[in-house]
């Protein structure tokens, strides 16, 4: 069993990544410890949202339960704008699954839906303020098995961090849809390469259950933030 996981060129120990995991999903348990912080789950995880398969609007305000935006309401009403073409890619037959045993034609499907925002801004009349990060953390809780979640401290892995880092090529636009594709499919990468891993991390939260991917996202998170040297101790700590 590997004793580390990675996401892009970030890399930590395993006891690390289940202790900062274990916090994240665990301290909303301890409401008399003063030490204990306000995390996003389960807000974010056990929010109700549309229950019909499809994004309603709903469904557009979880986005704030994972502090994503600086434009919430912005953010709200570009969404909505995207909502009818966002649910005809959701609903495409190849999105079935996990990310883990996703072929081409479902990898080509993620991407189309990722890459709604961009080609949606040409039809909007002003500011979109729909990046790929508020998308996906609305598009995740459809299918938490398949759609993985991006942030700045996530593209931070993939472009930033290794040596070279995995990513570096889309510095200039991680936006796009060709880094849309490369980051799904490193995503996936990482997934397989850890799974056993990943699987034991999500397996820490108490209730609402999480996926593999949202594991990713929360140690993502937390190693993105860290520096190269910080990452290096990290590895090295058991």
Known sequence: ?????????????????????????????NEDDAEAKVWSYPAYDSYRGSS?????????????????GRNPVKAYYGL?????????????????????????DTIEAIVDLYNVANEGRASYGRA??????????????????LLPLIDR???CCYIWRGDPAPLARFASDPESRDFISAWIQAAQHDLKAGEE??????????????????????????????????????????
Request: with cysteine; net charge neutral; hydrophobic share 45%.
């Open 1 to 29: 069993m590997l004793e580390t996981v990675t996401i892009g060129g970030a890399t930590c120990a395993l006891d690390y990544a289940h202790s900062y995991a274990e916090k994240y999903l665990t301290d909303h348990l």
């Open 52 to 68: 019909n398969g499809q994004v309603g609007d709903a469904d557009l305000l979880a986005v704030a339960l994972l502090n994503a």
């Open 80 to 104: 909505q704008h995207l909502l009818p073409e966002i649910n005809k890619r959701l609903a495409h037959p190849a999105l079935e699954g996990t990310l883990i045993d996703a072929g081409p």
């Open 128 to 145: 979109l303020h729909v990046r790929l990060t508020v998308l996906s953390k609305v598009l995740h809780r459809k299918k938490p098995e």
């Open 153 to 155: 401290f996530i593209r």
């Open 197 to 238: 891993q990943w699987q034991q991390l999500a397996d820490l939260a108490p209730d609402p259950q999480i996926s593999p991917l949202r594991a990713m996202d929360i140690i993502g998170w937390k190693l993105g933030q860290l520096t190269r040297d910080q990452l290096k101790v990290l590895i090295r700590t058991s």
